[in-house]
């Protein structure tokens, strides 16, 4: 999980994951320097599953979720943002895909910060589906809505410091290398605000902006290839 003042939800979507590990399943939580409540509001769960490492400077987001997977130790990675809700069944039902795939990327139910259901299905909203070249152009790996293998860091670990955004770096990566999943049942609840970082379910950005994302996206990925 990647942290930044997140005091609003940080609690609720902590108990939600909590709630479904075993002891010795881990949180690994990196605040990129927040200036709220939200590491008083993590040590008051006083749970040592959670462990909390603090950025010594701002990494942004793509950096703090690369710190926590650095010291992430588990098998497998489930992915979290700190405003969203897991559903119960999300930990178990991963688990299990995970046992024969190298990725698994499910649907969730988008609402507001007041729990008001937006859409019911981000899979049929995005028009999401399998292929790189598909999701060069129109990405469906939204992070929180990830998990995969460990030997999928081997390779996608250190992120490029020009890409944009994580998610899709690694989703793109596993499709050139890797067996993935598109699970149909939504597993969380995916928390659309004000503050929300990506920009993958909403309107995005200018032509040139989106140009640009996606060709350092390609330029790095055939780079990796190549190494």
Same mark, same amino acid.
């Given at each position: 999980?990647?942290?930044?003042?997140?005091?609003?939800?940080?609690?609720r979507q902590?108990?939600?994951?909590?709630?479904?590990?075993a002891?010795?399943?881990?949180?690994?939580?990196? !605040? +990129?320097?927040?200036t709220?409540?939200?590491?008083?509001?993590? #040590?008051? @769960?006083?749970? $040592?599953?959670?462990? /909390?490492?603090?950025?010594?400077?701002?990494?942004?987001?793509?950096?703090?979720?690369?710190?926590?997977?650095?010291?992430?130790?588990?098998?497998?990675?489930?992915?979290?943002?700190? !405003? +969203?809700?897991?559903?119960?069944?999300?930990?178990?039902?991963? #688990?299990e @895909?995970?046992? $024969?795939?190298?990725? /698994?990327?499910?649907?969730?139910?988008?609402?507001?910060?007041?729990?008001?259901?937006?859409?019911?299905?981000?899979?049929?909203?995005?028009?999401?589906?399998?292929?790189?070249?598909?999701?060069?152009?129109?990405?469906?790996?939204?992070?929180?809505?990830?998990?995969?293998?460990?030997a999928?860091?081997?390779?996608?670990?250190?992120?490029?410091?020009?890409i944009?955004?994580?998610?899709?770096?690694?989703?793109?990566?596993?499709?050139?290398?890797?067996?993935?999943?598109?699970?149909?049942?939504?597993?969380?609840?995916?928390?659309?605000?004000?503050?929300?970082?990506?920009?993958?379910?909403?309107?995005?950005?200018?032509l040139?902006?989106?140009?640009?994302?996606?060709?350092?996206?390609?330029?790095?990925?055939?780079?990796?290839?190549?190494?």
């Amino acid at each position: 999980m990647a942290a930044y003042n997140g005091e609003q939800f940080i609690e609720r979507q902590l108990r939600s994951i909590l709630s479904q590990l075993a002891e010795e399943d881990e949180i690994i939580i990196s !605040d +990129d320097g927040s200036t709220d409540r939200t590491l008083q509001v993590v #040590s008051e @769960l006083a749970d $040592n599953r959670i462990k /909390v490492v603090c950025n010594r400077h701002k990494r942004g987001p793509a950096g703090n979720f690369e710190t926590a997977l650095e010291l992430a130790t588990g098998d497998y990675i489930i992915l979290s943002d700190q !405003d +969203d809700i897991w559903l119960p069944d999300k930990v178990k039902d991963i #688990s299990e @895909l995970l046992a $024969n795939n190298d990725l /698994v990327l499910t649907d969730c139910e988008i609402i507001d910060q007041d729990g008001k259901l937006l859409h019911p299905s981000f899979f049929t909203m995005r028009g999401s589906r399998r292929g790189f070249w598909h999701n060069l152009f129109r990405n469906s790996y939204i992070g929180c809505c990830m998990a995969f293998r460990r030997a999928v860091l081997s390779y996608a670990l250190p992120f490029p410091r020009t890409i944009f955004l994580h998610d899709w770096w690694i989703g793109l990566l596993v499709e050139l290398r890797g067996s993935i999943v598109l699970y149909e049942k939504p597993l969380i609840k995916y928390v659309r605000h004000g503050n929300n970082f990506s920009p993958t379910g909403g309107k995005g950005y200018g032509l040139a902006k989106r140009v640009r994302i996606r060709f350092f996206l390609l330029w790095n990925v055939i780079k990796r290839q190549l190494t």
